[in-house]
């Protein structure tokens, strides 16, 4: 069975091609390719990418037992943990997804707003009218912030004065494709000392466990510190057999909450302030519409504001930040959109692509 035609230039240079400049590069391939295509990474699989709605919607309309997601998602275990819902596939997703859903609904999430509006606020202080800032240093101190005061609960203390800077030095160490080459080349990920690449991100990678686990520690011993924040809610939820997450579970929980929310959501901001720079009339109707709040405005009205949402839906058109859903990895042999594909075949539904079809955004 053939996979849908795609470059044929070596795995290597496509790999380099991938890490240099991933937009241009599907661009190109939608190019000479159309909506399905397949492309060659050196040290993965055939990665099939596609980008017609009705293929996007045969694989998420499809039995999620057919597919797998985590296995193909192992570059990301030095950074998130063995455990991450990332890496996990069937029951133990299904399972762990439960424990860490419920802080994210409805009314627990109320509960972050005025945390958030805070956090804002404070960062958006040190802003002079007249003075240029730097919107993705910005956005990227205030989701930071956000991860570390919500989800891990720590507000204050040295505990917290500590873990800020090494987080935020891990996650410069993958911020550019240069850096980012790191997950990607294998032979790259030898420890040859402190000073070397390698070693530099485990070391942090361990003192930021370290962190994680006295404070998860602490909490358990001392269980009036258990608060409102989403790791206390994990520690206490149970799964079906009362068994609460590990300390190494939560630990790792607590690693992709904060790979998944902190810089995507940073990078969106930061786009968003662009274009709403970029065009004086968007500029001027969100003015009005966040002015019929009048001051001080609760939280969650923002939140339902109709234009500020579309700003951030058309926003996330345009720069979808993750350019693809995660892999969807057939275990049986399926057929998409007239294709068959064989078992252990990984598909990409492509955002980005999708996104940009004139189609159906001319
Ligand atoms: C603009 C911001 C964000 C974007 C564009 C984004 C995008 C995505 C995408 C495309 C996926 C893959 C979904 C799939 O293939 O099924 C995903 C998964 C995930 N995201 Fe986000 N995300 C954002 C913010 C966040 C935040 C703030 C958090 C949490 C603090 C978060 C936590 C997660 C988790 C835990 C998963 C894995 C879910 C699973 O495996 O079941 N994301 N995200």
């Excluded at 995660?326 to 999708?354: D, W």
């Amino acid at each position: 069975m053939t996979l849908p035609d795609g470059p044929k230039i070596s795995p290597l240079v496509q790999l380099l091609k991938w890490i240099a400049d991933p937009i241009d590069y599907l661009d190109i391939c939608a190019q000479s390719y159309g909506d399905t295509f397949t492309l060659q990474l050196r040290n993965f699989e055939p990665l099939v990418f596609l980008s017609h709605p009705q293929a996007i919607q045969e694989i998420f309309t499809a039995d999620p037992k057919l597919f797998d997601s985590g296995r193909a998602n192992r570059i990301v275990k030095p950074l998130v943990g063995e455990n991450s819902l990332l890496l996990l596939d069937g029951d133990r997703h299904t399972s762990q997804r439960r424990l860490i859903m419920p802080p994210f609904h409805g009314e627990r999430m109320h509960s972050y707003s005025q945390l958030i509006c805070a956090i804002a606020q404070q960062v958006a202080s040190h802003w002079k009218i007249g003075q240029p800032i730097c919107v993705r240093d910005a956005m990227q101190d205030i989701t930071l912030q956000v991860i570390v005061q919500a989800v891990f609960g720590l507000r204050e203390g040295a505990r917290y004065q500590q873990i800020i800077p090494l987080l935020t030095s891990m996650l410069n160490m993958t911020d550019s494709p240069l850096s980012s080459s790191i997950l990607f080349f294998r032979f790259l990920q030898k420890d040859f000392g402190a000073w070397s690449p390698w070693g530099q991100m485990m070391r942090r990678k361990q003192q930021i466990d370290n962190l994680l686990l006295a404070e998860i520690n602490e909490r358990r011993e001392q269980p009036e510190r258990i608060g409102n924040d989403v790791l206390s809610l994990m520690m206490s939820a149970c799964d079906e057999q009362g068994q609460p997450m590990t300390d190494e579970e939560l630990k790792d929980e607590l690693m992709t909450l904060l790979f998944a929310g902190h810089e995507t959501t940073a990078t969106a901001l930061a786009w968003a302030f662009y274009w709403i720079h970029k065009l004086p009339s968007v500029q001027e109707k969100l003015w009005q519409e966040l002015q019929s709040l009048g001051d001080n405005p609760e939280p969650m009205a923002i939140a339902r504001l109709p234009y500020l949402t579309a700003v951030c839906q058309e926003t996330l058109r345009i720069y979808p930040v993750v350019f693809f859903a995660f892999p969807r990895v057939t275990k049986v042999p399926m057929e998409i959109m007239g294709h068959q594909f064989e078992a252990n075949t990984s598909l990409f539904p492509c955002i980005y692509l999708t996104h940009h079809r004139e189609d159906l955004y001319p």
